[in-house]
Nanobody
Framework: VQLQACGGGLVQAGGSLRLSCVVS????????VGWFRQAPGKEREFVFS????????YYADFVKGRFTISRDNAKNTVYLQMNSLKPEDTAVYYC?????????????WGKGTLVTVSS
């Protein structure tokens, strides 16, 4: 399974970005997909995840009301819509796939995409 995250960039505080994660190599609908991030000097942290069916989603408190997640099984893609971005959202964002949407259920990881939020 290969994952490719894209859509990062530089945005001003209050702005929006949409990240995409394209999954290839196996049947996409078999996998839950999650987004994680790692800021400079900090450990990687969980951001958002979505179940195989797309019915269930899970998120970290710090994104509540600002980020949403969705998946398009026909395009093998999961999206992370990020609104009302804050400077503290600056990080490398990674997507991962696995059998379970929980943090411990992620088996495959892609390279990250950098998000920089300026104040």
């Amino acid at each position: 399974v290969q994952l490719q995250a894209c859509g990062g960039g530089l945005v001003q505080a209050g702005g929006s970005l949409r990240l995409s994660c394209v999954v290839s190599g196996r049947t996409f609908s078999r996998y839950a997909v999650g987004w994680f991030r790692q800021a400079p000097g900090k450990e990687r942290e969980f951001v958002f995840s979505i179940s195989r069916s797309g019915i269930s989603t899970y998120y970290a408190d710090f994104v509540k009301g600002r980020f949403t997640i969705s998946r398009d099984n026909a395009k093998n893609t999961v999206y992370l819509q990020m609104n009302s971005l804050k400077p503290e959202d600056t990080a490398v964002y990674y997507c991962a796939a696995g059998s379970d949407p929980g943090v411990d259920g992620m088996d495959y990881w892609g390279k990250g995409t950098l998000v920089t939020v300026s104040s």
